[in-house]
């Protein structure tokens, strides 16, 4: 299985600033990429797919890049509404997988 | 809009089964490969199943192979999941996803999510 590893696991920022959370794959995906956000209670909500593909009705502060093994997903403002717990998911053979989850709270 | 409803969560005892529905509407269900994706109690999120269109492809997770059964009724626009010998490892969240595009081959990023249904395993 591929393994994804996300990095920081938690996080500390303020409104305003300026966040950058990364994902790796064990092994090349392509572009076979996608970012979650999931709230407390909630279910998780597709942000990014293929890589850097903002999903429809998602804000545009939201931006993922990258290739290969190697991806991050930027919030270029952050918003009150957007502390949440992010996952990566690789689509690119199943099983599909995703990383461990990076917290993103309130500075 | 889409929507996706889970339903048949419970406590369960260890060896037991259970049975969990996902109601779907708002789009053309046998256009779409469908998901049950779990998540344990203050744990991330673990694929288990997906099944496509046509049922014709079928992919378990490795911890879930052998006990769990996925299918679907495309006339009733449902999804299920058969659970067969629980284990208390089994205790999650369950989530029905739909793929985010539809069509003869999977894509495996899922979207929307239902609300999930609750799974505890325990005696």
């Known amino acids: 299985d591929i393994q994804m590893t996300q990095s920081p696991s938690s996080l500390s920022a303020s409104v305003g600033d300026r966040v950058t959370i990364t994902c790796r794959a064990s092994?090349?995906?392509?572009?076979?990429l996608n970012w979650y956000q999931q709230k407390p209670g909630k279910a998780p909500k597709l942000l990014i797919y293929?890589?850097?593909s903002l999903q429809s009705g998602v804000p545009s502060r939201f931006s993922g890049s990258g290739s290969g093994t190697d991806f991050t997903l930027t919030i270029s403002s952050l918003q009150p509404e957007d502390f949440a717990t992010f996952y990566c998911?690789?689509?690119?053979?199943?099983?599909?997988?995703f990383g461990q989850g990076t917290k993103l709270e309130i500075k | 809009e889409v929507q996706l409803v889970e339903s048949g969560g419970g406590l369960v005892q260890p060896g037991r089964s259970l049975r969990l529905s996902c109601a779907a509407s708002?789009?053309?269900?046998?256009?779409?490969?469908m998901h049950w994706v779990r998540q344990a109690p203050g744990k991330g999120l673990e694929w288990v199943s997906g099944?496509?269109?046509?049922?014709?492809?079928?992919g378990y997770a490795d911890s879930v192979k052998g006990r769990f059964t996925i299918s679907r009724d495309n006339a009733k626009n449902s999804l299920y999941l058969q659970m067969n010998s629980l284990r208390v490892e089994d205790t999650a969240l369950y989530y029905c996803?739909?793929?985010?595009?539809?069509?003869?081959?999977?894509?495996?990023?899922?979207?929307?999510w239902g609300q999930g249904t609750l799974v505890t395993v325990s005696s």
């Open positions: 293929a890589a850097s």
């Open positions: 998911q690789q689509s690119y053979t199943i099983p599909p997988t």
């Open positions: 996803a739909k793929d985010l595009y539809g069509g003869r081959n999977s894509d495996n990023c899922f979207d929307p």
């Open positions: 099944i496509t269109w046509n049922s014709g492809t079928i």
């Open positions: 092994q090349s995906i392509s572009s076979y």
């Open positions: 708002g789009f053309t269900f046998d256009d779409y490969t």
